[in-house]
């Protein structure tokens, strides 16, 4: 096990470095890392996966979250900046390493308020897929264990994909061109998450994409914000295989 030397807190830098790569990000990225961070409570130990939840690290650190909120990731750092792409796995500056059962140790044990993880289909159940696309079967890795204890869940992914490229200009979204595989479905091809068990244990469930909002709600999908820029209809609607439940919808921050 590794824990962190006080001369090794961080010197200021990383919030500069942090805003530098959202900067970079692509659009839909970037909306998704700093709208899924507005839901880390204060003072929360979270877990980040893999994939597009990889940005809300830069989120937090360009916020100065860091030593508000405990960033772990599946593999055994707990605290600091998890790293994404090729370098996942990693964090800088973490506050202690631990082996990874014994990570899962502590998530199997319900000690995490806040996960952020990635979603391949959406159904009007709230259920999620993340592991069978066809005839491929990818495996669920830790999201099941994650995704079941969790008090606080935060889907993130793009509102669809294969081809999808935003920009935002003032603030408003602007679809350049759409993706070409829709990612809410009438019923999702396996259940890596069930709706209806996280209702049963009484989690808080948000599915964040760059255009949209959801929640989970008793009756299923709640539509809760929209981007500016998207048109419901157009760009939210007609991409989806149902009608989620639409009440008090607001607007979405995109910056």
Do not use: H, W
């Given at each position: 096990d590794y824990c962190r030397a006080p001369d090794l807190i961080d010197d200021g830098s990383a919030a500069k470095n942090a805003k530098a790569a959202l900067a970079a990000m692509p659009a839909e990225r970037r909306i998704i890392a700093l709208r899924a961070c507005d839901e880390i409570p204060a003072g929360a130990i979270c877990n980040l996966g893999i994939g597009m939840p990889e940005g809300i690290a830069e989120a937090a650190a360009a916020r100065g979250l860091l030593d508000s909120a405990t960033l772990t990731v599946e593999s055994g750092p707990i605290g600091g900046r998890p790293a994404g792409g090729l370098s996942f796995?990693?964090?800088?500056?973490?506050?202690?390493?631990?082996?990874?059962?014994?990570?899962?140790?502590?998530?199997?044990?319900?000690?995490l308020?806040?996960?952020?993880?990635?979603?391949?289909?959406?159904?009007?159940?709230?259920?999620?897929?993340?592991?069978?696309f066809g005839t491929r079967f990818a495996?669920?890795?830790?999201?099941?264990?994650?995704?079941?204890?969790?008090?606080?869940?935060?889907?993130?992914?793009?509102?669809?994909?294969?081809?999808?490229e935003t920009t935002v200009e003032s603030g408003r979204l602007h679809i350049v061109r759409e993706g070409r595989v829709r990612k809410f479905v009438a019923a999702v091809q396996l259940i890596a998450f069930?709706?209806?068990?996280?209702?049963?244990?009484?989690?808080?469930v948000l599915y964040v994409t760059e255009r949209a909002v959801f929640r989970l709600t008793p009756a299923g999908l709640e539509l809760t914000e929209l981007?500016?820029?998207?048109?419901?209809?157009?760009?939210?609607?007609?991409?989806?295989?149902?009608?989620?439940?639409?009440?008090?919808?607001?607007?979405m921050r995109t910056e």
């Open positions: 796995g990693a964090s800088r500056r973490p506050q202690a390493i631990i082996d990874q059962p014994s990570q899962f140790d502590f998530y199997d044990g319900r000690g308020d806040y996960a952020a993880l990635g979603a391949a289909e959406i159904d009007a159940a709230g259920n999620v897929n993340v592991a069978k495996g669920v890795g830790g999201f099941v264990n994650i995704s079941q204890t969790a008090r606080r869940l935060v889907f993130c992914g793009t509102f669809t994909a294969d081809g999808l069930s709706a209806a068990r996280s209702r049963e244990v009484g989690q808080e981007a500016p820029g998207a048109d419901l209809r157009r760009d939210v609607l007609d991409q989806m295989a149902f009608e989620p439940i639409m009440r008090d919808v607001k607007p």
